[in-house]
């Protein structure tokens, strides 16, 4: 569908043009790091006719979100390739150079955009609470003439789907959930004494964990309502991640810097213990049958 209004001239006043959706779940975290790298971007869903004519093909031919197009034409596709560029731009602000914390950092990096798949997409796709916000969003990224395979009703269904191949089948449903409440208590009594995942200031890991916890658990309402009820710091980490300012509340009493000595907290080693008893069994599992 043509967005006319977006098409004239859509990077003026602008660096960086994100081409994505806030229902994205990795367009989250390229847009969580753009605000806190204070990097100015505008941004647009991939239907555009600049992005048909001209970023399409040099993002290789796939309407995949999030993309950025740079000032002087450039294109990036993914989120991971985004992070690591800007990163590579500017020096590394947000990666911990002290072992242990660049190791947590990584860590979380790719459990909050991985490993949260399964309660993310559960929480998003099974519960009808949800479905007047993506009857609103999904419009908005569909191409104009598109097949059934990228209509809202054909994503609607290969969405679902995606739910039953991470695993999210009926009789593991209380586990799923069980064990994201629980997550979302231990993170609750993290971010009460700290800000971010390391201290006062975004590392890695955080942009990677905002992915699941901004688009999809912190954002469609059925589970925004639980973290109402069971992580209220998270929810208040979720809306200082895309903000700016540092957004400290108030009982934060750290500088805007990683917590010195390399120190993990012992709040994070719970939150790393829990998500083990889910995560490291299925890397395991997922390493034997890619050997196979």
């Known amino acids: 569908m043509r967005r006319a209004n977006e098409d004239k001239g859509e990077d003026k006043g602008s660096h960086v043009t994100l081409y994505g959706s806030p229902l994205s779940l990795f367009t989250g975290r390229a847009r969580s790091y753009l605000i806190k790298a204070g990097i100015t971007f505008r941004e647009v869903p991939p239907v555009t006719d600049h992005f048909n004519d001209v970023v399409l093909s040099l993002a290789g031919g796939r309407r995949s979100m999030p993309t950025v197009e740079l000032a002087d034409g450039q294109v990036i596709r993914d989120s991971v390739a985004i992070v690591d560029h800007f990163e ?3 020096g590394q602000p947000f990666t911990p150079v002290t072992p242990k914390q660049c190791a947590v950092s990584l860590l979380f990096d790719v459990i909050g955009a991985e490993g949260m798949l399964r309660p993310a997409m559960h ?3 099974r519960f009808p609470e949800n479905d007047p916000l993506l009857n609103h969003h999904f419009p908005e990224f569909i191409p104009q003439d598109a097949s059934i395979d990228f209509t809202a009703a054909g994503g609607f ?3 679902k789907q995606a739910c039953d191949d991470l695993g999210a089948i ?3 449903v209380p586990l799923v959930e069980s064990l994201y409440v629980r997550l979302l208590e231990k993170l609750n009594a993290h971010f009460a004494l700290y800000p971010y995942l390391l201290g006062g200031k975004p590392s890695i890991g955080d942009f990677g964990l905002i992915a699941s916890m901004y688009a999809h658990l912190g954002r469609d309402p059925k ?3 639980l973290m109402y009820e069971h992580g209220i710091h998270v929810l208040r980490w979720v809306e200082r991640m895309n903000r700016h300012d540092p957004d ?4 934060h009493a750290v500088d805007e810097e990683y917590l010195v000595d390399d120190e993990i907290p012992t709040t994070l080693i719970e939150v790393l213990q829990h998500l083990a008893i889910d995560f490291v069994p299925e890397t395991e599992a997922a390493c034997a049958q ?3």
């Open 170 to 172: 009926e009789e593991n």
């Open 248 to 251: 400290f509340s108030a009982a």
């Open 157 to 159: 269904q290969r969405m």
């Open 223 to 225: 589970p925004r309502s």
């Open 290 to 292: 890619i050997n196979e």
């Open 123 to 125: 929480y998003r796709w």
């Open 88 to 90: 590579s731009v500017l």
